[in-house]
């Protein structure tokens, strides 16, 4: 049985060779005679897997020293309640709505102050990212809230919002490590990281120092304050510790493969093979306006629900998997993370043509 070419949006398409290492560790990790799932996570042992894996994270995106490295839980949508509970000294902060997370992010921000949606793409269905040069940002706003890369919409922020001074918030769960980034511009760089990182259970949570305090919300549980985490070293409890370990060995493959700078190539390559192929066919067509387009989730339909249908099948069939868009958008959806090869995307266009040729 061989590896089929995996275009889920997440749980999402890992390098072969970080799974082919990881099995060969399970039963004895480096002569510690048990699997990194059976060993505690005070162990020397682990220690070095957590202390290496934030090292290589540091080294990856020039994290600077003022800025910490959470390794938590609850996935991307625990932080949609737990930014708020942290950040709102005054009750209240600015969010644009460019899709379904930034959405939900929003509404859950609402449940402990004043979420004011400053910028919103809903009139066309989230195919752009607004204006975002001068907004409307509340004085008192804690920080301005973005979903950088919309996973479901396959827009992406290019350009940072001016945020007014105002502290910026952004959930990368999607763009992840796709790209080189100046993390001194974010206040809190946040992500899930089974888009492009690792297994689902890991959240990684880049957060500037002076944003870790003991001044939270009232009754703001223990495990939600980022103090508890930081003032442990993401050792409060016992941390989704397999899922780090998978992490830290993604992250030695981004620096073999040449580190970030190298990634936004290599994905830039693959994303345009798509594009391209989009913008020239009878028959496929992008949903994205070209300016927006995400690198790593490429929207597009055919117009006809009943050929999109019969194109997911006979792609599947052939080897592509999960290419059906998300069930509230419909058409179909290439999510070509760090790890998809170009070999995949090219081997997809191809499929895409023949398809086209056969039915128009
Ligand atoms: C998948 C996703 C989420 C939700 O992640 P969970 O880990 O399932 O909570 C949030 N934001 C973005 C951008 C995502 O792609």
Not at 39 to 62: C, N, P, Q, V
Not at 192 to 197: A, D, L, P, S
Not at 312 to 318: P, W
Request: aromatic share 10%; proline share 4%.
């Amino acid at each position: 049985m061989g590896r089929v070419y995996n275009f889920s949006a997440g749980p999402a398409v890992l390098p072969e060779e970080v799974l082919r290492e990881a099995a060969a560790e399970m039963l004895d990790y480096k002569g510690t005679g048990m699997s990194v799932m059976e060993m505690s996570h005070r162990s020397k042992a682990y220690e070095g897997i957590i202390t290496e894996a934030e090292k290589d994270l540091r080294e990856l995106m020039g994290i600077p020293d003022n800025y910490r490295v959470l390794f938590l839980q609850g996935g991307a949508s625990l932080q949609f309640a737990m930014i708020p509970m942290n950040l709102m000294k005054n009750r209240k902060a600015a969010y644009i709505i460019t899709g379904q997370w930034a959405k939900k992010a929003y509404q859950e921000a609402g449940l402990y102050g004043e979420a004011v949606a400053v910028a919103s793409s809903a009139d066309r269905t989230f195919s752009y990212i607004p204006d975002c040069s001068n907004l409307p940002i509340p004085e008192d706003a804690d920080y301005v809230y973005i979903c950088e890369n919309n996973t479901i919409y396959g827009t992406k922020f290019w350009k940072l919002p001016d945020t007014k001074g105002k502290t910026l918030v952004a959930d990368v769960s999607s763009c992840f490590l796709s790209e080189p980034v100046d993390v001194t511009k974010y206040g809190i760089i946040y992500g899930g990281v089974q888009k492009n990182i690792g297994p689902a259970g890991v959240v990684i949570c880049i957060i500037r120092e002076d944003l870790i305090t003991q001044d939270v919300l009232p009754a703001t549980p223990t495990m939600m304050r980022y103090k508890t985490h930081a003032d442990n070293g993401s050792m409060y409890n016992t941390p989704p510790a397999y899922g780090i370990y998978i992490c830290g060995k993604v992250f030695k493959w981004l620096k073999n493969q040449g580190g970030l700078a190298a990634m936004k190539e290599h994905n830039e390559k693959k994303a345009k093979i798509l594009y391209d192929f989009l913008d020239g066919s009878r028959l496929f067509k992008g949903t994205v306006e070209k300016k927006d387009r995400s690198l790593m989730n490429v929207p597009f339909v055919t117009g006809s629900e009943e050929l999109d249908a019969k194109f997911v099948k006979e792609a599947k069939a052939a080897g592509f998997e999960n290419l059906k868009g998300h069930r509230t958008v419909g058409g179909m959806r290439a999510s070509i993370y760090n790890a998809m090869p170009i070999e995949g995307v090219k081997k997809l266009v191809a499929f895409m043509q023949e398809f086209e040729t056969a039915n128009t």
